[in-house]
């Protein structure tokens, strides 16, 4: 495919092209492609190969001279030259895509060996233990900019925000973390950051880069938040901080979550000093919690203005709090629902004793003995619809009788 280009030539476009976009070649390849291929299944033929970890395509050119795309991509894993095959053969292609690297792995040696190799100042015992001492401790100190992170997402700052793309809100919190708690250097941090970003969002950061090449991780972020964040200022996110209100069916701890976020905002932009934090939270919940009285009341947050617990004291209690209400409630659905079932099972109960009782009243009309009384049946009652006493099986009831004598009716028992 690439017959017309050397490979140390593309060895070396390799390493431009990672020098430009900020990329460790130590991580990085380059591949070959026709260009009828997405990006999504370059990253998910180069996943096959399970050395290479993670792959992300950075970017693509157009050869002029040759029929093929030159894709950059990014690893998770360092790209070991004993590991990765010069050549890929994808499902459903014809043709083999080249593999290009620019990072070569040292030769392997063991640090122990060149140790002992070199003589000690002294040939004491104690020296020999000091030097594998100082050997062990830098062996077990990982390299900050080549240490395994977690990736920022990506952010362009295209509105609406695109599938698979983060809000700038999530974007900005991600990135705020690494800057602040990362032990990599600034310009791996840089370098994080610009690797997450694209379109818009990257421009405004190449831009400040290009005014100052050095310019810190933080001042980068400072320019996304400016160019595509909120105009608003401290005062007015303070004054829309105050206007928060409790949800229907909103838990507490939900919304003092939501207070939390917008209190922050208004911290960053200099509408509320830090120390004023805490006494600011408690207020606003007790102004905007207006689902949650009786919470509020168990908490005691109106005497403890004074002197108002963090952010995460105060979650922990309301959190402490619902459970306690959750389970009462758990419980008294079940004590109702027992309740409920020994109403029923008792009227289950009076209807079949219901039902055997009728059983037993129809029994004692089949093939039962049924005989006048001993005194007889009195005269003019015998016609064609005549009312009798008679005694059925030891009873006695009134029976309504045809003219043949038999019995249509039975009627109460007397």
């Known amino acids: 495919m690439e017959a017309k280009c050397s490979t140390a030539e593309l060895v070396q476009e390799l390493k431009d092209w990672c020098r430009r976009e900020e990329l460790d070649d130590a991580h990085s390849l380059m591949v070959l492609i026709p260009e009828d291929v997405a990006n999504a299944q370059i990253e998910e033929a180069l996943g096959t190969i399970k050395a290479l970890g993670r792959v992300r395509v950075r970017g693509r050119t157009v050869s002029l001279k040759l029929d093929s795309h030159r894709v950059l991509c990014e690893c998770k894993e360092t790209v070991d030259p004993t590991k990765v095959p010069p050549e890929l053969l994808p499902e459903d292609k014809m043709k083999k895509w080249m593999i290009v690297i620019a990072y070569e792995s ?95 969002a990257l421009a405004v950061v190449k831009a400040v880069r290009t005014a100052d090449p050095e310019v810190s991780p933080a001042r980068c972020l400072e320019a996304i938040e400016s160019a595509f964040g909120s105009a608003e200022t401290g005062e007015d996110l303070y004054f829309a901080f105050r206007l928060l209100q409790q949800q229907p069916k909103e838990k507490l701890s939900d919304f003092l979550r939501r207070v939390e976020l917008s209190l922050t905002k208004v911290v960053r932009r200099g509408g509320l000093p830090t120390s004023r934090a805490d006494r600011a939270r408690v207020e606003q919940l007790l102004r905007g919690a207006i689902h949650s009285d009786m919470m509020l009341v168990q908490l005691k947050l109106r005497e403890r203005k004074e002197n108002p617990p963090s952010f995460l004291e105060l979650l922990s209690e309301i959190r402490s709090e619902e459970e306690y209400e959750s389970s009462r409630t758990k419980l008294n659905t079940s004590v109702q629902r027992v309740h409920t079932n020994s109403a029923t099972d008792n009227r289950q109960d009076n209807v079949e004793r219901l039902r055997t009782e009728i059983q037993e009243l129809k029994s004692m009309f089949t093939k039962s003995e049924v005989t006048t009384l001993e005194r007889g049946i009195p005269p003019g009652l015998i016609g064609p619809c005549s009312i009798i006493p008679v005694k059925i099986n030891g009873q006695h009831c009134d029976a309504l009788l045809d003219s043949g004598s038999q019995i249509t009716i039975i009627f109460k028992p007397w």
């Open 106 to 200: 040292p030769t392997p040696s063991s640090p122990l060996k060149s140790l002992l190799e070199e003589p000690p100042e002294s040939g004491s015992a104690e020296s020999i233990i000091r030097a594998v001492g100082d050997l062990l401790t830098k062996m077990g100190t990982p390299s900050g900019d080549n240490s395994s992170y977690r990736r920022l997402r990506v952010f362009s700052g295209t509105l609406p925000t695109p599938v698979g793309e983060e809000s700038l809100e999530h974007w900005l919190e991600h990135a705020r973390l690494m800057v602040e708690e990362s032990e990599c250097s600034p310009k791996e941090k840089r370098r994080r950051i610009m690797e997450s970003l694209k379109g818009p």
